[in-house]
């Protein structure tokens, strides 16, 4: 087994998770119960669809298609605490160091906590910071959308380009798309995040640098990919404009680094700043979503914090029978340990959501794509699942096949809204009349017995049998939001978290991008020299280099 050194507190987990009375509890009661079918469940309690729900912040769950008993339940939230979740979620709010192997503290409930709270890091309130910033974002967002900022040449600015990568790119994009019907549409808003230059060329290919505004986004400032294409961009515009003043006019960067930022030749004016303790997976209420309070504008953006505190204080508060956070991360821990679900399908029956599953991937595997504890000790369980997913109905005629009849178990989290923001005709009842659909055919299936009993020929009963019992999620809000938004992410932020804490490991670091980085940067000065460099990687590797070194063409 690995040990890692860490001057960190030690793991609250002293005894293993698996050694645990509470978790040797829930395999055995899933060894009793593992047979059970929902539709049995449904019909020994026919309340269940009614009972099995919690409501926070606009959001309904309904999770009575999960496969767990009311005993399931009772068990799960012995676990969380035996796992110390609520002190663990008091030391998230508190703002302790909770990010032990970069000791640092995960507060993104900061970023939307009203100005009369009071949270401290090393005795400094950060919430008064944080609204100092929020007031300079807003007075910034007004004077673009205003056309009050103008470019070097005195044009108005149409085009907002987000340069960022991960955290500074995931969820930007995602909020452009699902708050394109709150946003200027006047206004172009488009992301490059990657080093293929691509990317870039085809992000600028009809615009007018002049009118043309660049959203540096960089937590650290010194990402790769976000440096080149901000170096790229900077190109393209003075190629244009001719002038180094006008960087002042079309840049500006978000940054915790002041330093790089003016070494990248940004005014110091011009950078938005924030703190070590947001995480990039976490930074999308930050000044990182400068490119949505552009486009939504700051009264919808602070509707948006509004609703990420809602369900912060819902979290914070709750009890783990009501909390939703609490009862969709241990429902992942149940399908994940104990049914052996290797993923989760993320289905959002809205197509200005198509971008939340992207968002969510990173949130839930970067987060939880752990395979040491705490303590640096190997698991022996599971952790994070993989998240994907399409919106529907798109995937109903693509992978859905899959769930419905192939032999891997896999969660769904429907989501859906009552009202459409586009009405047209009936078709937001189709829509929904699908999602419901679909859990229900799910959950319960088709049995044999009714296919032959619909005269189906015997050769093709098992073709057309759907055995059921796939476990899913049903989140339902009135309408697409805002508000409902930052509720909706924080959700599922909160959620990953309580799965973390269970599995005992640290959602807030991301230690395993750093490898591939490092070699990145040693192959392209391999790349980049002109003579030929000893390689001293594996064999499939040289060949590769090498063969590429031969058949490239430089531009
Ligand atoms: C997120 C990660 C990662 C990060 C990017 C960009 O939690 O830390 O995705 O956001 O690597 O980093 P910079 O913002 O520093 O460029």
Known sequence: MSRLTLTTRASAHAQGLT????????EAHCATTHDLHLRQMFAEDTLRGERLHAEAAGLYLDYSKQRVTDETLRLLRELADACGLNERIAAMFRGDRINTTEQRAALHVALRAPMDEHILIDDKNVVSDVHAVLDRMAAFCERVRS???TGHSGKRIRNVINIGIGGSDLGPVMADEAMRHYSRRDMTFRFVSNVDSTDFV??????KPDETLFVICS?????QETLTNAQSARAWCLHTLGDERAVAKHFVAVSTNAAEVIKFGIDADNMFGFWDWVGGRYSMDSVIGLSTMLAIGPENFRAMLAGFHAMDEH???????QNLPVLMGLLAIWNANFLGAATVAVLPYDQYLKRFPAYLQ???MESNGKHVSLNGMRVDYETGPIYWGEPGTNGQHSFYQLIHQGTHLIPCDFIGFCETLNPLGGQHDLLMANLFAQSEALAFGKTAA????EGMPTALVSHRTFEGNRPSNTLLAERLTPHTLGALVALYEHSVFVQGVIWDIDSFDQWGVELGKALATRIAGEIADSGDPELRHDGSTNTLIRRYRRLRHHA
């Open 219 to 223: 937590k650290t400032f010194t990402t």
């Open 362 to 364: 990173q949130l839930a």
């Open 450 to 453: 009714e296919v032959k009993a």
């Open 315 to 321: 979290f914070r508060t709750a009890s783990p029978e």
């Open 147 to 149: 056309g009050a900022w």
């Open 202 to 207: 085809e992000a600028v290919h009809d615009l």
């Open 19 to 26: 050694d645990r009375p509470a978790w040797k509890a829930l």
